[in-house]
């Protein structure tokens, strides 16, 4: 492993073999930093050959076979286009994983200052449940729905346990994204549940959502993409001594109490964390009166919607459009009858 400072490349190798592996190197992280400059590690878009249906298709219907061709088409042009933009969000709060987490990345700034820019702020530490394409304001109050949908799933799996989540040991993914890993145990178990449960959950709502690639829960501290200029300067990987010292680490444990429906895209709070559009809190762990006020008017705002939407679809049909239609012409036809009477009042006075 090519340590930051010597530019990825062994000066001992000759000159063919080290330009073939930095090609290589290049080809590489170019695919992986247009995934990982997102909230999550990797982002893995299904392949089109996976949702062909490759099963015989009946010779004597020809209409057949063309709905099932045009079908096949729309759905490949619409997971070609699926690029996630929002995501669920386990926020991390533990005073201790976030102190722990400093530390580690302030170890790692000190043997190499250029990763500064690489590292993640303390403000949006969080493990990523799920991700999903929400493409104007309409789908955003869809994602909504289904999240308030989820929270009663989730307490059926819990129910009314606690979900402690114990952070310990240091990984990556493809020596681009540093993260502290989660312990294995049951607890990793019912994580899953709930990250399917919450990709069903939001599917059945007409949401592109998931990834092809099996959910691994992870809490990212630092990912290279973040800082593309470190590329230029020669750090293209991250070298695992800078963090050897914390392989094994234990950070803490982290409660599940929220889950947030985040933007990969719009502005941070001013707390560093993601623009939030909603939230859930989950157990019973003790909150303030803003959690509370927040709980209410997400649940007022969702009453609301669901009102405007009702009446949006009363006035689409045709038996209300038409009564709408005669009210209004009713209501003309009487004004004119007013105006007309006035004259003939106005005229009987002269």
């Known amino acids: 492993m090519e340590r930051p400072e010597a530019g990825g490349l062994n000066s001992n190798n000759c000159e063919n073999v080290a330009r073939k592996e930095e ?25 089109d050959s996976e949702i062909i249906d490759a099963s015989p298709i009946n010779s004597k219907s020809k209409e057949n076979e063309q ?26 709060t533990s005073k201790e994983i976030i102190g722990g987490i400093k530390i580690l990345q302030k170890a790692i700034i000190q043997q190499d200052n ?6 993640s702020g303390d403000g949006s530490f969080h493990i990523t449940l799920l991700v999903m394409q929400l493409l104007n304001e309409d789908e955003i109050n869809i994602g909504i729905d289904a999240l ?15 979900l402690t989540l114990p952070f310990q040991g240091i990984d990556t993914f493809r020596s681009q994204v540093g993260f502290v890993k989660l312990e294995e145990g049951d607890h990793i178990n019912l994580l899953l549940e709930i990250a399917e449960t919450a990709k069903k959950t939001f599917q059945e709502k007409g949401i592109l959502a998931g990834e092809n690639r099996s959910f691994k829960p992870h809490l990212t501290f630092m990912k ?46 001013s707390d560093g964390y993601y623009h939030c559009e909603s939230s859930i809190v989950i157990g019973k762990k003790p909150f303030g009166i803003q959690d509370l006020l927040n709980e209410v008017l997400h649940r007022e705002r969702m009453s609301l919607k669901s009102k405007v939407k009702q009446i949006k679809e009363l006035l689409l049909k045709p038996e209300i459009q038409a009564k709408i239609r005669r009210e209004l ?4 036809l009487i004004n004119e009858s007013n105006q007309a009477n006035n004259v003939d009042f106005i005229a009987a006075l002269i």
Not at 31 to 36: E, G, K
Not at 148 to 162: T, V
């Open 23 to 47: 090609i290589s190197e290049e080809l590489e992280a170019s695919s992986v930093d247009s995934l990982v400059n997102m909230p999550l590690a990797t982002i893995d878009i299904r392949d």
């Open 67 to 92: 709905i099932k061709s045009e079908q096949v088409k729309k759905r490949k042009r619409k997971l070609k286009d699926y690029q996630p933009n929002y995501f669920l969000s386990i926020p991390i």
């Open 114 to 119: 250029r990763l500064s820019k690489a590292m």
């Open 148 to 162: 308030w949908e989820l929270k009663p799933y989730i307490e059926d799996i819990l129910q009314g346990r606690c």
């Open 224 to 269: 290279l993409s973040k800082a593309p200029v470190l590329r230029r300067n020669g750090v293209k990987k991250i070298d695992p001594e800078l963090y050897e010292k914390f392989i094994n680490c234990r950070f803490g444990e982290e409660v599940l109490h929220r889950i947030d429906l985040c933007s990969m895209q719009k502005k941070k709070r």
């Open 329 to 332: 012409l009713e209501e003309r």
